[in-house]
C-alpha cells in the first residue's frame, strides 16, 4: 500500500496519526486463534501486528523504508496506551506491547486525535508589519532646488526627472525615511523570514503551524551574520555552548583516528566510549533541538523531501528560527553523524547495526520531538534527521532569495526618494520607477544632501540609546567589516572611537590549566587543578 503524501497544512501530524491508525485499522488482517484451550475470533497476536505495520510503514511515502521492527514496536505500544488497540481481557494504557504470540483486538471504536480549536489571527499584532515610507522626512533643499532646472539638464532629461509614472507635476518634495533602528531590522527580518517560510511551504497562512510568538528576529539575525568561516554559528555567551569535553568527545569521533587531540589514551571499544559521551549529553537536553514551538514546521516540511531543492529551502528557513545555541548545537551534531557515518577508517560502534542506522537511531529523537507523547516523533524524526543528515552542508546556508530581498527592502528604506504634492502613491513601489530613477543619478551628480544613508545609518547606531553596549559593538564592528572607509572617516582615531562607544569591561586571562585523567568510563570528564 503506497499511502499518500499529506500535504502541508496546519496540525500534520494530528492528520498523520489519524491516518495511520485508519489504514491500520482498515488493512490488518484478523482471524481466530486459540489461546488457553478457547478460540477468539477477530484477533491478531502481537508478532503479527509488528510484520503488518511495519510493512505498512516502510511502503508510506510518509514514513519510507528505513523504518526498523523496533521503532514500528513503539509505535504499537503508543496505540496500545491511546486504546488504539486493547488486549482480550480489555486492558490498555497500562499494559506494555509484546511482540510475540500475545493476543490483541480492536476496540469497538479507536479514538482519533481532535485538532487543535485554538486559531491564531494573520493580523497578528506578534509578527510586525515591514517598515514603509508612511512616516517619512523632509530633507533640507535650497529655495525652488526641486522646481529649477540645472544648467547642464537638457529638456529631455528634465522630462524624465520629473515626469515618471504621472506625467508633469507641478511641485514635489525629496523625503527620506527616519533612522532604522536595530530593533526595526530585527523586526524586518522576522516578517520577510515567516512569509518566505510560508511560501516555500505552500500555505495560504501560517495559523497552526507556527506561532509569532516564538519567532524572535535577532535570533535570525544572529544566525544569519553571526558565523565562522564554516558556518558554524558563533554564540556571544560561551556558557550557551556545549561542555569542552563534549566538543573534545565530538571532534575526536568527527575526524577520526586524528581527532584525539587531547592524547587520551586509546584502549578497546575507546571509541564506544567516546559515542556514549555524546548520546549523554544530548539526551540530558530539556527539549529537542529543533524546540516543541516549531514542531509543526519542521512536520510539514517533511512532506517536501522528495522534492529536495523545495526541502532544502524550507529547511534553510525554518533553522534560521533557532535559538542559536540550538542552531549551533544542531550543526554540530549533523556534522559528527555525517562523517561517521562515511568514515571507513572507525571501528564499529555497534556490533549488529551499521553506522549510519546507529547514528539517527540514538539521535533523532535529540532533534525533533513532540510535547505529546502520543505523536509519531520517532518515525518522523527519523525521516527528516536522515535527510538533514545527508545534506547538512547546504541546509545551515542562509536563503540567497531571502537575504536579497531583506537587503532591497533596507536600501529601499534608506534611499532618497521623490513624493509629489497631491499624490498619495508611493511611485518608489513600482520596477519602472527604479528603473528611471536609477538612470537619472548615474547621469546627474548627486547635489542633495551631506550624508550618504551609510553614514546615516551608522551616526542612528552610535546615537541609539536603547541599544546595549555589548550589542552596540557587535553591531559596529560588522559595520566596520561591511563599509571600512565610512567607518574610518568617522573614527579616524582610537581616541574618537573611544569617546562615543563604550568599552567593554577587561578580563582576566585564565591561568593555565593542568589535568589529571581519571578512569575513562567517560573520556572525556577530567579531574581538573589549576597551577599558577
Not at 499518500?4 to 485508519?22: C, D, F, M, S
Not at 510475540?100 to 485538532?115: A, I
Not at 523625503?175 to 515567516?194: E, F, G, H, L, Y
Request: overall charge positive; proline content about 7%; glycine content about 4%.
Amino acid at each position: 500500500m503506497e499511502g499518500r503524501v499529506i500535504g502541508a497544512g496546519p496540525y500534520r501530524a494530528t492528520k498523520l496519526w489519524n491516518e495511520t491508525i485508519q489504514l491500520f485499522r482498515g488493512g490488518m488482517p484478523l482471524r481466530r486463534h486459540w489461546a488457553h484451550f478457547r478460540y477468539y475470533d477477530c484477533t491478531f497476536s502481537g508478532s503479527e501486528a509488528v510484520d503488518y505495520l511495519n510493512q505498512l510503514l516502510r511502503h508510506n511515502c510518509n514514513f519510507g523504508p528505513e523504518v526498523t521492527r523496533y521503532q514500528t514496536l513503539q509505535l504499537l505500544r503508543k496505540f496500545l496506551k491511546a486504546h488504539v488497540i486493547e488486549d482480550m481481557k480489555g486492558r490498555h494504557g497500562t499494559e506494555d506491547f509484546e511482540d510475540n504470540s500475545h493476543l490483541y483486538r480492536f476496540p469497538t471504536l479507536s479514538p482519533l486525535k481532535s485538532f487543535p480549536s485554538r486559531s491564531l489571527s494573520r493580523n497578528s499584532p506578534d509578527l510586525p508589519r515591514l517598515i514603509r515610507w508612511d512616516d517619512y522626512e523632509e530633507l533640507p533643499q535650497q529655495e525652488n532646488t526641486a522646481l529649477v532646472k540645472s544648467t547642464g539638464m537638457t529638456s529631455d532629461f528634465w522630462t524624465k526627472r520629473h515626469s515618471v509614472a504621472i506625467g508633469d507635476v507641478n511641485e514635489c518634495k525629496l523625503i527620506r525615511r527616519k533612522d532604522i533602528t536595530p530593533k526595526q531590522v530585527d523586526n524586518i527580518w522576522k516578517s520577510m523570514t515567516a512569509s518566505h517560510l510560508q511560501r516555500v511551504l505552500g500555505l495560504t497562512t501560517l495559523d497552526g503551524v507556527l506561532n509569532p510568538v516564538h519567532v524572535k528576529g535577532n535570533h535570525i539575525v544572529h544566525n544569519v551574520f553571526n558565523v565562522n568561516k564554516s558556518g558554524i554559528v558563533v554564540l556571544e555567551n560561551n556558557s550557551d555552548d556545549m561542555p569542552y569535553w563534549v566538543i573534545s568527545a565530538m571532534k575526536c569521533l568527527a575526524n577520526w583516528p586524528n581527532g584525539n587531540d587531547a592524547k587520551q589514551p586509546v584502549y578497546p571499544g575507546f571509541e564506544r566510549d567516546v559515542l556514549k559521551t555524546v548520546i549523554d549529553y544530548y539526551q540530558r537536553l530539556k527539549e529537542p533541538l529543533l524546540t516543541f514551538h516549531l514542531y509543526e514546521v519542521f512536520v510539514n516540511i517533511l512532506s517536501l523531501l522528495q522534492k529536495q531543492e523545495l526541502a532544502t529551502e524550507a529547511l534553510q528557513v525554518s533553522t534560521l528560527l533557532l535559538p542559536p545555541p540550538n542552531r549551533r548545537h544542531l550543526q554540530l551534531l549533523l556534522r559528527l553523524m555525517a562523517r561517521v557515518s562515511q568514515n571507513p577508517h572507525l571501528p564499529p560502534l555497534n556490533d549488529t547495526i551499521a553506522s549510519r542506522t546507529l547514528m539517527v537511531q540514538m539521535f533523532s529523537h535529540c532533534v525533533l520531538g513532540s510535547p505529546d507523547e502520543m505523536d509519531l516523533d520517532e518515525l518522523l524524526a527519523s525521516k527528516l534527521v536522515t535527510f538533514m543528515m545527508e545534506y547538512h552542508n547546504t541546509i545551515f546556508q542562509v536563503p540567497d532569495k531571502l537575504r536579497h530581498q531583506v537587503e532591497e527592502h533596507l536600501s529601499h528604506l534608506r534611499r532618497v526618494q521623490i513624493k509629489y504634492a497631491g499624490s498619495d502613491t508611493d511611485f518608489s513601489t513600482s520596477p519602472a520607477f527604479y528603473e528611471q530613477i536609477s538612470k537619472v543619478e548615474s547621469e546627474e551628480p548627486k547635489v542633495i544632501g551631506t550624508q550618504t544613508p551609510l553614514q546615516d545609518l551608522l551616526e542612528g547606531l552610535i546615537s541609539d540609546k536603547e541599544l546595549p553596549p555589548k550589542d552596540k559593538r557587535k553591531r559596529l564592528k560588522q559595520f566596520q567589516k561591511s563599509y571600512p572607509e565610512i567607518y574610518r572617516k568617522r573614527f579616524p582615531s582610537e581616541e574618537s572611537r573611544a569617546a562615543v562607544i563604550p568599552e567593554k569591561n577587561p578580563r582576566l586571562k585564565p591561568h593555565r590549566m593542568f589535568f589529571n585523567l581519571k578512569k575513562p568510563s567517560n573520556p572525556f570528564q577530567r579531574s581538573w587543578s589549576f597551577r599558577a
